[in-house]
């Protein structure tokens, strides 16, 4: 284990320790950083690309377009009928002698095809493994005869903080817009032991601005079965089902209703007395 960000008497942090900060901050992947134009690429013509200013890191390495300027690369005429892509990567180089470092942008040229042209190879290294060279893909440019068609960026531009920042405010609202959703969402249980009849008056306890799928189940039963009962259900005074002709029963009625409407559930017994009853109400959120 060694120090490197603090004093040791001497020169001492090198590129790679640098860059191995870099990739636990930014990732070791390959991206444009959030800075002046991020990179756009911009056809002056079919044989002039400019790269306008902006910064990007490839396994740690920061490289960049000064801002207020631009980079000029040279673009090779298409052929006529067919069709080419070609590739511009940044180019890493490091000097195994000397241990100079640098980036350079270089255009790979593709093979001309009469259709389905591919995209030619590249050094695929990685210089935080000592690798002397190692390309990134930046930009494709597909030629279609004599004329570029399309510039296609590869990279993604990172948010930086402030964009993190933002997406994280996002994301905390979106949760907080999904838990009020869920919290809509929950069935409502309400129970009653009321004998013979009973009302529901949804004022109480559903959400105004809200429809609701309900269910009612009334559990009834005489001390007798010599006798007979009918069990009756009302949505604001109009019957939505009745069940009966037997002296226990369980009667289920379903339906919709939003805040204010009220549901009556009645009784009728031919004699003898109620030995049990309960009745359940389930109300669903629908919208």
Not at 11 to 27: A, C, D, K, W, Y
Not at 79 to 103: F, H, P, W
Not at 215 to 233: D, K, P, W
Request: charged share 15%; proline share 3%; net charge positive.
């Amino acid at each position: 284990m060694k120090i490197v960000s603090g004093r040791t008497g001497s020169p001492h942090v090198t590129s790679q320790q640098f860059r191995q900060m870099l990739e636990g901050i930014i990732g070791q992947g390959s991206y444009i950083i959030t800075s002046g134009e991020n990179l756009k690429p911009e056809l002056s013509s079919n044989n002039l690309l400019k790269i306008r200013s902006g910064m990007m890191a490839h396994h740690g390495c920061i490289s960049c377009v000064d801002i207020g300027t631009y980079d000029e690369v040279t673009l090779t005429n298409g052929s006529q009928g067919m069709k080419r892509i070609d590739l511009i990567v940044n180019r890493y180089t490091r000097n195994a002698e000397t241990e100079v470092e640098n980036c350079s942008w270089k255009v790979i040229q593709g093979k001309p095809v009469a259709s389905n042209p591919a995209v030619p190879a590249y050094t695929s290294g990685n210089l935080q493994n000592g690798d002397l060279v190692d390309e990134c893909p930046a930009f494709e440019v597909h030629y279609d005869g004599i004329n570029v068609t399309e510039v296609k960026s590869l990279l993604s531009v990172t948010d930086g903080l402030s964009g993190l920042s933002r997406k994280l405010t996002n994301t905390n609202t979106n949760l907080a817009k999904a838990n009020t959703v869920l919290e809509n969402r929950k069935p409502i249980f309400i129970d009653s032991t009321s004998t013979g009849s009973v009302t529901f008056d949804t004022t109480n306890f559903l959400k105004s601005g809200i429809t609701y799928a309900f269910v009612v189940a009334v559990n009834s039963n005489l001390n007798s079965g010599t006798y007979a009962q009918e069990i009756t259900c009302k949505l604001n005074d109009v019957i939505i089902g009745k069940n009966g002709n037997y002296y226990t029963l369980t009667s289920i009625f379903s339906g919709k209703c939003s805040k204010g409407d009220r549901i009556h559930i009645t009784s009728y017994k031919n004699g003898g007395n109620w030995s049990g009853w309960g009745t359940r109400c389930i109300f669903i959120p629908l919208s």
